[in-house]
């Protein structure tokens, strides 16, 4: 987090200039800095020719009435977005600035000449957005008195071909009309306004200011952990628009479908990656493939997301639930028990990250010649003893929703089987990519046209940022494995709070979210009084809400799967100890992994560990 970059904001005469530099003044006490909208970078008298070149240019192109008005916008546009990057961005950190007026006046200007809030958002998509905004309201009649005789002819008729009449009353509706426009944005968007009396003294003005701005200074020192999902980069919004251009839907895998598919396979390590709209359709599929419907049984996890098993249930499939170990993983001693001559596989979650133990329920299923599925969607960088999973499997899913790895909404199954990989085609990708993907001499193949009823194809778009964020992998694995050594290393010695990682060293955490356990036995108060006290000192962290015990769900005891509303079924409370004592005691944080966030963990690991040290008992 950098120092807050405050703006002032207002019609043309309402003294933005003058007000900010007597507020800088009058604040220097307190770093802040006047920058002039129009200061451009000084640093070797080219580059300040050039400068003072393109912003004479800027500036006067309104001037020209033979320039296109949206030439002129996107050259403004422009123009904020690189004086934000490149002259506010690095003087924010060096401490707080102000601005004597950013883009919102051209904006409401741009608004009043027809142009839509989403086109307005585009356009300025890039430019740099202020902390803080003050509005200065002072009457058009008042702005017309001290600007009179100085205004340049655009200022007079506004470029805006509505006022024929130049002079005085075009300027008086203009800005009458830029205010009312500023006001309701004002409203909308919650920023102070400072009205400015026609004879108020600008010293006065100056120190009515100066108060409000010290209280956003004052705030912005109580840094709060700031989590923002998605990550939207430049190159991402490129890579979209790219493929925006190239196409929005595909029918087979040529483009960049296929393109997705081999990049996630090869990040993986499995021959076949096959991309869907979600993990759970993913899930679907994955059942579909294993060939399993009414009358067969299957091992899930009693603790987990409920789409691990939510789609089994959905064909009918029984599922019988394991308890959870102490990582909140699958136990695999809960294994033989649940074992009955229906069951055909099991599927893990590798719970928040943590692997689960794929030495011991790998040779259990080889034993009893079960299928072995992954649900991966919380460990796309997660191996057991070495080894990727999602490579144990023989078929494993990824989610790709608000997951390590994104694609907005979408899942991604991966195999080494060939068949498996073709069945999965078949369940959601008719017609052509079956036609092209699937060998005719496949019995198979004779539902290439149809499918078998569903389809569950990824969108490009999906596929686009997918391949940007895989790209970007190497990146986001070595900046979080890093953020969690961090954590590990300062809540080293502390009896109630510690990381969840990978069992006794046996394998990596694959980076979904922060998970932590507490220690209740060690502390003088409760996890949910501790997270509260965490939150309330502006750290993020939470206890998990919609990931508990899913095996009492309704949905998993029906026994009208067509009709289950008509016969509700009664579910006797199972008994998962294992998991009551996991969920008690996990809470989590979101992991952080981009440039820019390192004032957030820093605040994240300070906050946890202050209070991590009060509470031992
Ligand atoms: C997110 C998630 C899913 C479901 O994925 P969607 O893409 O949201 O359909 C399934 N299992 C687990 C463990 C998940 O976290």
Redesign the pocket.
Known sequence: MTAPFIVLEGPDGAGKTTLARLTAELLAARNLRHLDRRQIAQTSPFVTHLMEQLANMLWNSGDSRDLNDDFWAHLQASWFSAHGQHVVGPALAEGPVVVDGWFHKMSAKLAGQGWSRTDLDRLFAKVRRPDHVILLRTSPRTMWARREGTLRPTELGMHNRAYSELGEQSFLDYQQDALDRMTATAEREGWDIVDVPEDEDVNTTAARLVSLIEAVLDRSVSPRSTYTWPHLTAGLEDAVLAQMHRSLSDRDGRGVLGEFERAFADFVGTEYAVALS??????HAMCAAAGLSEGDEIIAPAY?????ATPFAYEGVRVRFADADAHGNLDPKALPGLLTERTRAVIV?H?WGAPCDMTAIGTFCRENGLLLLE????AHFARWEDQRVGTFGDMS?F?????AITTG???VLVTDNPRFRELALLHGQYNKRCFQEIPGDQPHSAYALTGMGLKSRSTTLGAAIGLDQLAAADGIESRRRDILDRFEQALAGNPVVSLLRAPEGRGDHGL?VMGLRFDATAATCSMAEFVDRLCADGADFDIPGS?GVIADEPLFHRTDRNQPWTEVPEVEAGHFPGAEAFIGSFFKGPLWGYPGDEVSVEHQLSTLVRHANAVVR
Do not use: I, W
């Open positions: 979600s993990g759970t359709a993913g899930l987990t997301f409920f789409a691990t979650t719970m649900d991966c969607s919380h899913v989610s790709t929703n608000q997951k909404e979408g899942g979904y990931t």
